[in-house]
């Protein structure tokens, strides 16, 4: 996953008219690492879209702008709009994290 360092670039990615799905973490989060021990086979099934991380510590208004209050979250974006948003209270296993994108509709 490619990280996202500036609000500019995150305000480019989004506005792409494919899905785009970031994931907001911390570093201090014992709940990101677990994430990160199986998000790489679900970004492999879920291709259709681009996958991007980005640290809440490092762009807090981003994360307060999207309503992002836990994480890890997962958020997914399309043509500039938040279409779908994972909290954190439900990305806690593989399960939950395709159930969420099996329900997305774009």
């Not at 360092?5 to 970031?22: N, R």
């Not at 709009?81 to 806690?92: D, G, I, M, R, T």
């Amino acid at each position: 996953m490619e990280a996202i360092k500036s609000t500019d670039v995150f305000e480019q990615l989004i506005s792409k008219p494919e899905p785009v799905l970031i994931k907001f973490f911390a570093d201090w989060c014992p709940d990101c690492r677990r994430m990160d021990m199986f998000i790489d086979d679900i970004i492999n099934e879920y291709s259709q879209y681009t996958w991007y991380e980005l640290n809440k510590d490092e762009l807090p208004e981003l994360a307060e702008k999207y309503d992002v209050m836990g994480i890890p979250s997962l958020l997914i974006f399309q043509n500039g709009e938040k279409k779908a948003h994972l909290h954190s209270a439900h990305a806690k296993t593989p399960d939950q994290v395709i159930e969420f994108l099996d329900g997305v509709k774009l």
